[in-house]
Each structure stands twice: as structure tokens, then as C-alpha cells.
């Protein structure tokens, strides 16, 4: 089973709302990733938890706050966006950080800010 | 810097072959990943090279050239579901996936 979930499918939001968006993967993978897709482009890093630790922050805006609650659960904070924000936002999760190991993609959440 | 070059575009008809090329310049290697991606959803794995040669997966192979820094996805007896884009990825010596832009593949009857 190579299953990465996501929630919600769609979110619109205000730029004052507050929100969050969910990844769970049961594989037991320990490296879990956030990523960031515009149209036609490819996806951009923004974080990676290995072992449940931030081990990168692509120089990430603030008002994107990101969460490992536990080695199944990843979460992205989201708060006071822009516009530009809007995006299709990928997790990935990949056996651990630090190896040649495929990540494996959940079907993301597609973001709009008003 | 880090380079992946990719064709912006290809067409080809159903039922035939196509060969999508991808050459990369990248600080460090530690392996190759296609990703097929539909249109509004995930990419999807498809293969992985870290060594030269032809890696076949039924209607796919990827090959694998580190000398000339370069690879191809071949996908044969084309499918109007193959319709999607193939997008290249090289691991450097971070271990971090470094993108190309994508190739939008369109199958014609």
C-alpha cells in the first residue's frame, strides 16, 4: 500500500482565515514532506520532517506554519495568505530523508485565497 | 547551478511509441525519478535509475546515461490515458528532488 491521504480536496479562504491542511500516510515511512504546485509548473519544496523534526524550511513565508504530530500525521498551518498563495499543495512521504527513497505523493489539496 | 531540461511539449498517436528526453546538470547525483502527473492531480511514480541502463516496467522503460547526464522515459503502444505530463527529477548529493518543468504529452487518435 503506498497510500498518502489528504485533506480537505478543495479549501477557498479569506486572506484573515485561519485553516489547516492534513496528510496521513501509514506505511511507516519517517520522512514526510510538504510541497507547493502552480500551473504548469513543477512541484517546490517548502518543508521536510525527518524522524518528526523539521529538518528543512525552503525559506518559507511565516503565515505557513507546518506540524508533525506524530510519524503518520503531518499538517500545514495556514494563516493571513495572499492571493499568490493559491496553489495545488502535494505531501509526500518517502521511507526516510537521507536516502534514494521514492516519495510517494498523496493527491493533494487545491487552495484558493480570496 | 542546477539544471533539468525537458520538452515543453510532445504529440504522438495512440497506439504508438514515444521517447521523452531529459538531460540534467545537478551538484551531486544519487538517482533519476520519472513522475507521470494528470492534469489537478498528484505525480504517480513511475521508475527510478541510478545506474546506467534500460530499466523495463511494462508499456515503460526509463534509461539512464550518468556520463551524458541524461535519461528517457519510453512508452510504448500508447494509451489516450498516457495523456498527462512526465516530469523529470534528479536527487542530488542532498538527497533533495530537483524538478524539471514537465513534459505535457497529448495522445491523438
Known amino acids: 500500500d503506498t497510500e498518502v491521504t489528504q485533506t480537505p480536496k478543495h479549501l477557498v479562504m479569506g486572506m484573515t482565515n485561519k485553516k489547516s491542511l492534513k496528510c496521513e500516510q501509514h506505511m511507516g515511512h519517517r520522512a514526510m514532506y510538504w510541497y507547493k504546485q502552480k500551473a504548469k509548473k513543477p512541484p517546490e519544496l517548502m518543508f521536510v520532517?525527518?524522524?518528526?523534526?523539521?529538518?528543512i524550511n525552503e525559506s518559507v513565508p511565516s503565515r505557513f506554519s507546518p506540524e508533525c504530530p506524530n510519524s503518520s500525521l503531518l499538517n500545514l498551518h495556514l494563516h493571513a495568505l495572499q492571493p499568490e498563495d493559491s496553489a495545488l499543495y502535494l505531501c509526500a512521504s518517502s521511507q526516510q530523508r537521507g536516502g534514494a527513497d521514492t516519495q510517494y505523493f498523496g493527491p493533494g489539496t487545491r487552495l484558493t485565497v480570496l | 547551478g542546477q539544471n533539468i531540461d525537458q520538452p515543453t511539449e510532445m504529440t504522438a498517436t495512440e497506439g504508438a511509441i514515444v521517447q521523452i528526453n531529459c538531460t540534467y546538470q545537478?551538484?551531486?547525483?544519487?538517482?533519476l525519478f520519472w513522475y507521470q502527473q494528470h492534469a489537478g492531480e498528484a505525480p504517480t511514480f513511475l521508475s527510478y535509475?541510478?545506474l546506467d541502463g534500460l530499466e523495463e516496467k511494462g508499456r515503460f522503460s526509463s534509461f539512464l546515461s550518468r556520463s551524458k547526464g541524461y535519461s528517457y522515459l519510453l512508452l510504448k503502444e500508447l494509451q489516450m490515458k498516457d495523456s498527462a505530463s512526465y516530469l523529470c527529477a534528479v536527487l542530488d548529493s542532498n538527497y533533495q528532488l530537483i524538478w524539471g518543468a514537465g513534459t505535457k504529452l497529448i495522445i491523438k487518435p
Open positions: 545537478t551538484s551531486g547525483f544519487n538517482g
Open positions: 520532517y525527518s524522524y518528526e523534526k523539521l529538518s
Open positions: 535509475n541510478v
